[in-house]
């Protein structure tokens, strides 16, 4: 039992380090910025229930597809070390998953907080 304790700690280590990669990048740290304002507006305007399900839904979903594209850009970086075409495509195609998600977050949460803002002016 205490040797599955002890992989089971190794695991959360790595998952640290790789937490403290993704820091380095400016875009994780930029997305968690703004992760940490909308968790900021979301105590401020109190909202519902099922608005934060989305919230800190939307907030894992980001963080964790910026991270995946870190990985991948190292790994590709790692096998083909010269931009090829082939690894152009696939770090666009994985930079643009990042995108997608980034706007339709956004849109997500114009639609939960404007008319918050709006009520107040």
């Not at 820091?23 to 909308?38: D, E, T, Y």
């Amino acid at each position: 039992m205490k040797f599955c304790f002890v992989k089971l700690k190794q695991s959360f280590c790595h998952a640290g380090q790789g937490i403290k990669e993704a820091f380095k990048q400016q875009n994780f740290r930029l997305m968690f910025f703004m992760a940490v304002l909308v968790l900021f507006l979301s105590f401020l305007f109190k909202i519902s229930f099922w608005e934060w399900l989305i919230i800190v839904l939307l907030i894992g979903l980001v963080l964790v597809l910026e991270i995946l594209n870190t990985a991948i850009e190292k790994l590709l970086n790692f096998v083909s070390p010269g931009l090829s075409d082939q690894a152009r495509v696939i770090k666009d195609l994985s930079a643009s998953a990042v995108l997608i998600i980034c706007l339709f977050s956004s849109i997500i949460g114009l639609l939960i907080f404007l008319p918050k803002l709006i009520f107040l002016f």
